[in-house]
């Protein structure tokens, strides 16, 4: 978009500055002129000076490498067409220098600790560096082809298993007090008199999505009638998940108890685990073996490295015994 726009500018001025019909054309500049005038404009930019503190001069390429760290391609872009933008970029910088120049002259550079620091950043920069320079080559590495995708698909089945699952609604009568209803759990006597009542209300007829919504304590399902719907076994208490894979489907059974208090519990569906289908589970398939292949690189990249700079690592310390 920004060289179509350059492209429009020109082409406008040059609409604007026809040569005139019969004119005659601007005589030629000699030979040794227009090598002058090249070489010229090969001659390096000149490193302007910002400001100075003390003897020591700011040029405008350090303000250049503090933009390009600070900001990203959208940001700069932005700068460009934001008036004003870039002098209170310069002013901030400037302000940076005159604090950095505060700090040094108060000696913090000199510190033990300061120097920690300038060490852990300098690896942090170097990393970086090498990462610019290796990282289009890894990413090359990690890239992963339909095939490779059915292959992880094929080799690790336990990844893409559906667990085993059950839909059901449940009343608690608590008898320890849950989350803000601090007060209000009921003692073991009292919680059995409200699952009696309970089920007398549904024998009656009372559906038991309306009996959750007004007797349960579980804030979980309570607005919903109780329902739990599609949970994967292993996400309730031992007691609760026993009943469900007993009761019969659709009769609600006798009350459970639990560390909770007490459950009445209506089996509407279970799920018995299944295997997905590559196609269902190609996109999570794709994402597991591109990580799968990126750890598989890293660690080769890692290991050429440490066999290049001559890593050794240190023997674990023994614990001693004491006798």
Request: glycine residues 6%; charged residues 30%.
């Amino acid at each position: 978009m920004l060289r179509s726009l350059l492209c429009s500018a020109a082409l406008t001025l040059a609409a604007q500055n026809p040569t005139a019909e019969g004119a005659k054309p601007a005589t030629p500049a000699p030979a040794h002129a227009a090598a002058g005038e090249k070489a010229k404009a090969a001659a390096p930019k000149a490193d302007k000076v910002l400001g100075t503190i003390g003897k020591t001069a700011i040029h405008e390429s350090e303000f250049e490498l503090f933009l390009n760290i600070s900001l990203n391609d959208q940001e700069r872009m932005t700068m460009q067409f934001m008036p004003g933008a870039r002098e209170q970029y310069l002013n901030r910088f400037l302000e940076f220098k005159t604090l950095e120049a505060k700090a040094r002259k108060a000696g913090m550079a000199r510190t033990p600790d300061h120097a920690r620091k300038a060490r852990l950043m300098e690896m942090q920069l170097l990393i970086t560096a090498l990462m610019d320079r290796d990282g289009g080559g890894l990413q090359a590495q990690i890239k992963v082809s339909d095939d490779d995708v059915k292959a992880f698909f094929d080799q690790h089945p336990d990844q893409f298993r559906i667990p085993e699952s059950f839909s059901a609604r449940h009343i608690l009568v608590a008898t320890k007090a849950l989350g803000d209803d601090k007060g209000k759990a009921l003692t073991d006597d009292e919680a059995k008199a409200r699952i009696a009542k309970i089920q007398a209300e549904l024998a009656a007829g009372k559906t038991f999505d309306a009996a959750a919504k007004e007797y349960s304590d579980d804030p979980g399902s309570k607005d919903k009638g109780g329902l739990y719907e599609n949970t994967p076994f292993g996400s309730f208490v031992p007691e609760f998940e026993k009943a469900v894979r007993e009761q019969p489907l659709g009769k609600v059974g006798a009350p459970v108890p639990s560390t909770y208090g007490y459950h009445l519990i209506l089996v509407e569906k279970l799920t018995p685990a299944a295997q997905e289908t590559f196609e269902a589970a190609k996109e999570k398939a794709g994402k597991l073996a591109t990580k799968a292949r990126q750890e598989q690189v890293m660690k080769a990249y890692m290991d050429a490295a440490k066999v290049e700079v001559g890593f050794v690592a240190a023997a674990p310390a023994v614990a001693k015994v004491a006798k």
